[in-house]
C-alpha cells in the first residue's frame, strides 16, 4: 500500500493545496476504478493528522488484508487551512469558500488524477469532530455526489445547538444570523429532513463517547434521524474526545462504508 501527497490548485480558494492519497496494493497493476473515501480532519488539525495521529494508514493495511474492507483509495485533504478550521463550509462573510474548494477542486482533481468510480455509490465521506460535521453536510448538501457519510464524535449541529452554545463571533461569520436562510443551509437535522423523501439520500453512520463533549449532540441527532424516519446507524461505546478513541473506532465507520459499497454491488 503507498501513501503519497498530492498537490492541486484550487479555483475557489486561488491557492495551492495538499493532500494525501492511500492508494491499495494492486493499483499500479490494474487497469480498474476504485470506490473513494475521504476521511476527514477536525479543528486545529491538518491533511496530515489521521496519518500522524490516528493511525489511518495501519488501520487501512490491517482492514484491506483482512477483508474487512474492500480496496478503495482514500484521500485526506486540508479543511481548506483557515483560522482554527472551517467546517468545510462556503463562509457567510466570504472569507472562504472552502465548501466549493471541496466539491469543485479537490473531488474533481482526485477523480481526474486517480482511477476512482464517480457515481455515489462508489464515493463517501467520514469525519472526526468538525469533519464529521463536514461528512454530514457535504454528504446531505451534495447526494450526487457522496452516497454515504460517517462520523466520529462529530459536531453534528442544529441551528437550536449553535444558538444555544456556539453564538459567537466565528459562527456568526460562518454562517450570518442564526435564524437566517444562510445558517439554515447547514442545518443538519433540517437537511436530513430535506432528504428523507428522496431516494437518493446518503446512508449515514456515527457513532460517539459516552464521555465526550458532543455526545449530547450526537444523541439529539439520532434522536431527529429516529422522529422523522431516516435509516441510520448509530454507535456509542465509553470514550471522550481523543484521539485514542477516534483510532479505536474507525474500524466501525470503516465497517460501515464497507457494507454500503457492497450494497451498491
Known amino acids: 500500500m503507498t501513501v503519497r501527497p ?38 486545529f488539525g491538518s491533511e496530515a493528522h489521521w496519518l500522524l495521529k490516528g493511525n489511518a494508514e495501519q488501520t487501512l493495511d490491517r482492514m484491506m488484508a483482512a477483508g474487512s474492507l474492500r480496496r478503495c483509495i482514500v484521500v485526506m485533504p486540508s479543511d481548506g487551512g483557515y483560522g482554527t478550521g472551517t467546517f468545510y463550509m ?9 465548501e466549493d474548494y471541496f466539491i469543485y477542486d479537490l473531488v474533481e482533481d482526485i477523480d481526474k488524477q486517480f482511477r476512482t468510480r464517480k457515481e455515489p455509490g462508489g464515493r463517501a465521506v467520514c469525519g472526526l469532530s468538525m469533519g464529521g460535521f463536514g461528512a454530514f453536510s457535504l454528504a446531505l448538501r451534495h447526494p450526487q455526489l457522496f452516497g454515504a457519510a460517517a462520523s466520529l464524535s462529530g459536531a453534528l449541529t442544529s441551528t437550536a445547538a449553535i444558538a444555544a452554545r456556539y453564538a459567537r463571533s466565528d459562527i ?23 432528504r428523507l423523501k428522496e431516494e437518493g439520500r ?9 464521555g465526550d463533549e458532543l455526545h449530547g449532540m450526537n444523541a439529539a ?12 446507524k448509530y454507535e456509542e461505546y465509553s470514550g471522550e474526545h481523543t484521539w485514542d478513541y477516534w483510532s479505536e473506532h474507525l474500524p466501525d465507520a470503516l465497517g460501515f462504508l464497507e457494507s454500503y459499497f457492497a450494497s451498491c454491488d
Not at 491557492?15 to 476521511?39: N, Q, S, T, W
Not at 446518503?202 to 459516552?210: E, I, R, S, V
Not at 441527532?221 to 441510520?232: A, V
Open 172 to 194: 456568526s461569520r460562518m454562517i450570518g444570523p442564526l435564524h437566517g436562510p444562510y445558517a439554515g443551509e447547514y442545518d443538519l437535522q433540517a437537511l436530513a429532513s430535506r
Open 202 to 210: 446518503p446512508a449515514l453512520y456515527f457513532n460517539c463517547g459516552t
Open 90 to 98: 462556503n463562509w457567510y462573510d466570504g472569507s472562504g469558500r472552502f
Open 6 to 43: 498530492h498537490p492541486f490548485f484550487s479555483g475557489a480558494l486561488y491557492a495551492r493545496k495538499l493532500c494525501f492519497v492511500y492508494l491499495p496494493d494492486g493499483y499500479e497493476r490494474e487497469e480498474r476504478d476504485y470506490p473513494v473515501i475521504y476521511l476527514l480532519h477536525g479543528m
Open 221 to 232: 441527532y439520532r434522536e431527529h434521524l429516529e422522529s422523522i424516519g431516516y435509516s441510520h
